[in-house]
């Protein structure tokens, strides 16, 4: 390096380190406050596959007595890395929430309820699995392509971005803010399907291809929908930013649809009747009544 060219670079740096000290900048985060582990909390999910689809995911065979101790012991693992970032999480919603006084709050108290949020979501894991087997299913009888069940485990992005959203969506129920939606989002950079963790859907949910798929937040989907690629379950605008936070902005998708490549449907105000056909490329901001096809012509 020469003199010059070490000048010049040192220079760069210094001003870099100055601008951290700019004022009203959120993204200056430069100090020794313990913060979310976002790597951490992505390495959950091969953890929560291993837990959720036993026998699946691991590097050797197990006996069934082996698999028990296995398991048990990576549960215990992901609860103690999983209550550590809830508890971080709060924490940082409590002092940025304009409802809250940051300065007047118990880390005893946070610390208490990340480990009853996290024993509530590792309850809830069964449930989780009820339903991971009809989506299963559902993707086995819906696809003439799948060879058998277990490659749609081990290889369907629809079927992974599913299970990280049906996981995302229990914590994010039990009022855990960040770590559900950066679990969707790294699913979402994986598979290219962007379910948001508050969406609410039924069993038997089947993502064919999937690539480009977008369902907003409020979006509720009944039981034995199928997708394909490019869908989008959307709002019809968010001008209205925040004050539209907790407003059902997204469509309401009813049981037995199926919404073929390309359609749009938008609008908190949208229902998509059961049974209905929309077909690929449509753009649907009403109501469509139960039993509809619709296709453009």
């Given amino acids: 390096m020469s003199g010059k060219s070490g000048q010049v670079e040192n220079r760069a740096i210094r001003e870099i380190l100055s601008h951290y000290k700019k004022e009203n900048f959120f993204i200056n985060k430069a100090n020794d406050e313990v913060e979310l582990d976002v790597a951490l909390i992505e390495s959950l999910i091969e953890k929560f596959f291993r837990i959720v689809f036993p ?10 007595s082996d698999m028990e101790i296995y398991i048990s012991v990576l549960c215990r693992e992901v609860m103690l890395i999983l209550d550590r970032q809830i508890f971080l999480a709060l924490k940082k919603f409590h002092e940025n929430s304009s409802a809250h006084d940051a300065k007047n709050f118990d880390e005893g108290e946070l610390q208490e309820k990340a480990r009853k ?39 369907y992005p629809g079927f992974y971005a599913i299970t990280v959203n049906r996981l995302a969506h229990e914590i994010f129920a039990l009022g855990v803010p960040l770590i559900p939606r950066i679990l969707t989002e790294f699913a979402h ?56 936070k907790g407003v059902k902005r997204h469509p309401t998708i009813e049981d037995n649809v199926t919404i073929y490549s390309g359609a749009s449907i938008l609008g908190g105000d949208t229902v998509i009747g059961e049974g209905c056909v929309i077909g690929g490329n449509t753009f649907i901001t009403k109501s469509v009544a139960p039993g509809t096809t619709v296709t453009i012509k």
């Fill in 55 to 64: 026998g699946f995911f691991h590097e050797r065979d197990f006996k069934a």
């Fill in 117 to 155: 949020i996290t024993q509530e979501f590792f309850e809830k894991i069964p449930r989780v699995r009820e339903f991971l087997e009809t989506d299963l299913q559902a993707a086995f009888e819906g696809d003439p392509a799948a060879f058998d069940k277990t490659e749609i485990i081990l290889s």
């Fill in 189 to 244: 950079s994986r598979t290219g399907i962007d379910i948001h963790p508050g969406a609410t859907i039924g069993k038997y949910f089947f993502i064919d291809h999937g690539t480009g798929i977008v369902i907003g937040e409020t979006t509720v989907i009944g039981e034995r929908v199928k997708i394909y690629q490019g869908v989008t379950l959307g709002a019809l605008s968010t001008n209205g930013g925040q004050s539209l």
